[in-house]
């Protein structure tokens, strides 16, 4: 009887333990389209990006030459990068009920265009996108960034 005992209480803590190990990272945005020379860099790995793929924080969207890919994050921001693009999604903070957050986004070349989402229109400094020698504070609109190579 005593085994029994020490038996269900080890799976029980195991059970609790477990999943504080495999924690997944929050879900971010998704892509909604890639073609080309595409890859999602995550913790040390290249992802093929395809539609519906979960982003998180701090993923590296990276195209080549004949590369492009699109993604639309949880505050309805979207985000297209075209050939030769690396675009670090730096920092993400949501809170749905408020619709308030935090976005930075880091461009280090290439192309991006941006459609802000309700981050950005929550407060002034929410979303700011990166730039090699300039940082750009997004106040609820639509461009694109350009970097030279």
Not at 55 to 65: I, N
Not at 103 to 124: H, M, N, R, W, Y
């Amino acid at each position: 009887m005593r085994l029994i005992r020490t038996i269900t209480v080890l799976f029980s803590v195991l059970a609790i333990l477990l999943p504080l190990g495999t924690a997944q990272a929050e879900e971010i945005g998704r892509i909604k389209g890639a073609v080309g020379d595409a890859s999602i860099e995550r913790e040390g790995e290249s992802i093929k990006p395809k539609p519906g793929q979960v982003l998180q924080q701090s993923d590296v969207l990276q195209t080549g030459a004949n590369g492009r890919v699109a993604a639309t994050f949880v505050d309805n921001s979207r985000f297209s990068a075209g050939p030769n693009s690396r675009v670090e999604l730096s920092k993400f903070a949501y809170d749905p009920t408020t619709e308030e957050g935090e976005f930075v986004t880091s461009v280090e070349k290439g192309s991006l265009a941006i459609i802000s989402g309700k981050i950005a229109k929550s407060e002034p400094d929410a979303m700011k996108v990166k730039l090699p020698s300039a940082i750009l504070g997004v106040r609820g609109t639509r461009f694109i960034v350009e970097v030279g190579q």
